[in-house]
Nanobody, 119 residues
């Protein structure tokens, strides 16, 4: 098991920034990838970003490239998502998830954190 807890959501005006954190526990994550996903009301879940826990394998969804940055915070033992230049379309529930490096499927999911961007 890889329990995951998201934090850092909230409300912000368009053009603003938020930083989300994903705190995993339960096991060493050297061989895991952490992903961020989001889901807006009435829409399907969308891939946002991912990186291997050890880094150097980052990937981003097209809609967030150049605005969002995924990074490991080694002091806090979290995988963070820095979101800049937020748009109203970024509104949704953001989830972090974990998958084994060689697995195509994310097996472990957090409960989600709400991000609301007002225009």
């Amino acid at each position: 098991q890889v329990p995951l807890v998201e934090s850092g959501g909230g409300s912000v005006q368009a053009g603003g920034s938020l930083r989300l954190s994903c705190t995993p526990s339960g096991r060493t994550l050297t061989m895991y990838v952490i992903g961020w996903f989001r889901q807006a009301p009435g829409k399907e879940r969308e891939f946002v970003a991912s990186d291997r826990w050890t880094g150097e394998m980052s990937s981003y969804g097209d809609s967030v490239k150049g605005r969002f940055t995924i990074s490991r915070n080694r002091s806090k033992n979290t995988m963070d998502l820095q979101m800049d230049n937020l748009k109203s379309d970024d509104t949704g529930v953001y989830y972090c998830a974990a998958r084994y490096l060689t697995s195509p499927d994310y097996e472990y999911w957090g409960q989600g954190t709400q991000v609301t961007v007002s225009s």
